[in-house]
């Protein structure tokens, strides 16, 4: 009797390990339960028509065959990839993969994948890693906002920001971790400060100008500034002050919360700066690389970054504080940052 319960039991985990799946209209999704694969695929389905609408301006139509979604659910970090087949301006397939607990899956990660399809029924290609990576963290609800707000002080502050010629060239992902990291919060802080100054649209327009013609044509254009070091020195000066971000800039996929894990430098309201290196243990999110594998990143040129201690004899720019994302008094947390003089 033992040994068939045993049996039983075995056999129960077997078939519950099988998962289930559930069918959309443009997706396929694999969950553990037939209830979770529900759920996903709902919620994908309403990323997949707000996110065109906010992005694009309309809903895309039905896609030719089904994207299929796998979803695991584990206690770990967050995380997910959406690969695509790009051939002659066609998107022959595409899959996604999320995973996570399922409030970080339905809130954050699976807007995330969402939007790289957006950006990818817009361009037909691969986007480039900063616009990709930064502009869909800005479909992410709170929680993740506000880490990569923090993330991106740490790296101005500790030397590995890059230079905007430098990171709008980059085409694959570094193969450092902490490089990976500041690609994102790097990518999405520039992505929130294009979107706040003109739009979503707009910024879409400013990518694909700057993919066929080149990033100061795509400057001169849409920001009516004449050179790449333009812009990066607006980034830098919107960065510097206070911001508060428009309500429509904000994803709408969650209620706002309040990060689990707090900084222990922040404050109420908002993320203070703190120094150092960027954390890099949680799993990152991404899209399929341009190349194969074995072509798919190369080191960074650390010379190509910015480090807060100017070189010798150069003009070096006074300090500055980076303040808290919503408007308050400064907090005894927050701390001076040093940025480079321009070249």
């Known amino acids: 009797m033992v040994a068939r319960r045993s049996v039983l039991f075995l056999a129960a985990i077997a078939i519950s ?14 969950a553990p339960t037939e209830q979770i694969a529900q759920q996903v695929g709902q919620h994908a389905e309403r990323y997949r028509r707000e996110k065109a609408l906010e992005w694009l301006g309309q809903e895309m139509n039905a ?8 979803v695991t659910i584990t206690p770990g970090g967050p995380g997910g990839a959406t690969t695509f087949a790009f051939d002659r301006g066609a998107i022959l397939s595409q ?3 999320v995973q996570g607990s399922l409030e970080r899956v339905l809130n954050s990660v699976l807007p995330h994948e969402v939007t790289h399809t957006v950006f990818a029924y817009k361009f037909r290609c691969p986007v480039p890693r900063w616009a990709d990576e ?24 500790g030397g590995r920001a890059f230079r905007l010629r430098t990171l709008f060239e980059m085409k694959q992902y570094p193969t450092d971790g902490g490089d990976v990291m500041t690609l994102y919060a790097q990518g999405y802080s520039l992505a929130r400060f294009l979107v706040e100054t003109t ?14 013609q080149g990033w ?6 849409h920001l009516h500034m004449s050179r790449v070091e333009d812009l990066e020195e607006a980034w830098l000066s919107w960065m510097r002050g206070t911001f508060r971000p428009r309500s429509d800039v904000l994803a709408r996929n969650a209620k706002a919360t309040s990060d689990p894990s707090p900084s222990k430098a922040g404050t109420a309201g908002g993320i203070a700066a703190q120094l150092g290196r960027p954390e890099v243990d949680a799993i990152v999110r991404g899209a399929s690389p341009d190349e194969p594998a074995n072509h798919a990143s190369s080191p960074v040129r650390r010379d190509d970054s910015w480090s807060p201690a100017a070189t010798p004899g150069a003009r070096r720019t006074p300090p500055v504080t980076l303040k808290p994302p ?3 008094a400064p907090s005894q947390a927050q701390r001076a940052l040093q ?5």
């Open 17 to 30: 390990s099988m998962g289930a799946s559930y069918r959309t209209p443009n997706f396929i999704v694999h």
């Open 63 to 70: 896609w030719g065959q089904p994207c299929t979604l796998r």
């Open 95 to 97: 899959e996604m993969n």
């Open 134 to 157: 930064g502009g869909s963290v800005l479909s992410e609800d709170d929680v993740e906002r506000k880490r990569h707000d923090q993330m991106v002080r740490q790296c101005l502050a």
């Open 199 to 212: 739009s979503r649209p707009q910024f879409l327009a400013f990518v694909g100008d700057g993919m066929r």
């Open 216 to 221: 100061d044509y795509a400057v001169q254009t």
């Open 326 to 328: 919503q408007p308050e």
């Open 339 to 343: 940025y480079p003089p321009r070249p």
